[in-house]
């Protein structure tokens, strides 16, 4: 750096914030999987526009964040990707697998931020945890017991479950495969015959009704989220226990969950915008594991289907819907 280079760092430095205010705003664009009127992301783009908030980045002042939704159709996220990188962002969010998909492959210089997110190893979205390399990293949802865990707790309901279906959609949940290893292996152990059920649209989400032998248990997938509504209609005509990985399942009448905790997920990839918009490169900054799970648990719909929850398990819950 020669010294005329030293000089006006200097002066730039010397600069008050005013003047450094007045700089041009920086460019975020988001991709969720979600719908933008959804209730689910509606509350997650109010915590991200906290979140950077917090770290000195305001919407609209400092920060232009371009907003592109999904609702859980693969089509319109792979359009939504390309309008995105047409914006000439400076950097991106990708929320959830099949955003950070999209955008990869139109991108590799962009840096992007993952959030609940799957699996990015085998996925191939980063080299590794600890050194992505690349432009790509963020926060995943998963950690390898977590499946095994939904299958236990399908085996604490009474009357006993000995026969669980797997939900997911193959196009949305690439990572599925990863997961019904772990369940299968957990199934040996706890005697229970696990079977994939595929779903892809509506009418064979209805066609879960079917399934009155047993009990479900609902992988990780923004497709199951956007048809919750014909998912929950599903078991309730079925009439048999679930397991979701969102507590949104239980709080609109879902039998129990247990999850990450994507609002967390978000505020800390916050932290990881602002890091790289001030320099740092994502290749250098490590993919992180959630730290944090939640137990929740609806009485209301075990009465309604008539099952027992194990005492060991409602004591351990961290919310319980009365």
């Known amino acids: 750096m ?15 914030s005013s003047v450094l205010a007045q700089q041009p705003a920086r460019r975020l664009g988001v991709l969720s999987v979600t719908a933008a009127d959804d209730a689910i992301g509606q509350t997650r783009s109010a915590i991200l526009v906290e979140a950077l908030g ?8 400092n920060l232009r964040i371009d907003w592109r939704s999904g609702a859980g159709d693969r089509t319109r996220i792979a359009r939504l990707a390309d309008e995105l990188i047409a914006l000439k962002p400076d950097i991106l969010l990708a929320v959830g697998t099949p955003s950070v998909e999209e955008l990869r492959r139109r991108t590799t ?8 997110v799957t699996d990015p190893v085998n996925q191939g979205f980063v080299q590794n945890l600890a050194h992505p390399g690349g432009n790509i990293t963020g926060f995943t ?7 095994g865990k939904w299958l236990e707790m399908l085996t604490q309901v009474t009357p006993k479950v000995s026969r669980v279906s797997v939900v997911y959609n193959p196009a949305t949940a690439p990572f599925a495969p990863l997961m019904l290893r772990t369940i299968e292996d957990a199934a040996r152990t706890l005697h229970v015959t696990v079977e994939p059920a ?14 009155q032998d047993g009990g479900l248990l609902i992988l990780p997938d923004f497709f199951t989220m956007a048809n919750r509504v014909h998912l929950l209609a599903a078991i309730g005509e079925a009439r048999v ?5 969102s507590r949104t399942f239980v709080e609109e009448g879902g039998l129990m969950s247990y999850s990450t905790d994507s609002a967390e997920q978000l505020r800390r990839a916050a932290g990881y915008i602002d890091r790289i918009l001030k320099g740092a490169q994502a ?3 490590p993919v992180q594991n959630p730290t944090k799970f939640e137990l929740a648990i609806n009485l209301k719909a075990a009465r309604a289907l008539g099952v027992t929850l194990s005492p060991g398990l409602l004591a351990i819950a961290n919310d319980v819907i009365e």
């Open 54 to 61: 917090r770290h000195g980045w305001k919407e609209h002042d």
């Open 2 to 16: 020669n010294r005329r280079e030293l000089l006006a760092l200097g002066m730039i430095a010397a600069l008050p």
């Open 198 to 211: 595929p779903v892809h649209d509506t009418a064979s989400i209805a066609a879960l009704a079917s399934r």
């Open 109 to 116: 210089t962009v840096p992007i931020v993952f959030a609940v």
């Open 141 to 147: 949802d998963y950690d390898g017991p977590l499946a």
């Open 241 to 245: 226990p679930a397991v979701f990985w």
């Open 283 to 285: 290749a250098d900054l």
